[in-house]
Nanobody
Framework: QVQLVESGGGLVQAGGSLRLSCAAS??????????MGWFRQGPGTEREAVAA????????YYTDSVKARFTISRDKARNTVYLQLNNVKPEDTAVYYC??????????????????WGQGTQVTVSS
């Protein structure tokens, strides 16, 4: 059974930083085989894609509002994906979710494309 567990959320002042972690587990699950994504959902909003990392590890994608501020990365040994949030803004306040889908060609920017999800971690940015 595949399990994704997010951590690292919390309360941070505008301009500050946080690092979110997504620890993956499962008998045969390896992040090296999966396209990984970070999504977020704010109050009264739809879930939106924030960042994505290809299974090959050589391509990353970001939504325009977080470019140059957020960084997605992975640690193969720990089977963990990270999202570094820098220079956060109040509009970054949301529940952040980690997601995985079997790696293949293309950019996966729709939540419906992903097979596995974590439970989410709350990020609150104060002004």
């Amino acid at each position: 059974q595949v399990q994704l567990v997010e951590s690292g959320g919390g309360l941070v002042q505008a301009g500050g930083s946080l690092r979110l972690s997504c620890a993956a587990s499962g008998r045969t699950f390896s992040i090296l085989n999966y396209d990984m994504g970070w999504f977020r959902q704010g109050p009264g909003t739809e879930r939106e894609a924030v960042a994505a990392l290809k299974w090959s590890g050589d391509s990353t994608y970001y939504t325009d509002s977080v470019k140059a501020r957020f960084t997605i990365s992975r640690d193969k040994a720990r089977n963990t994906v990270y999202l570094q949030l820098n220079n956060v803004k109040p509009e970054d306040t949301a529940v952040y979710y980690c997601a995985a889908k079997w790696g293949n060609a293309g950019i996966h920017w729709s939540a419906g494309e992903y097979d596995y999800w974590g439970q989410g971690t709350q990020v609150t940015v104060s002004s």
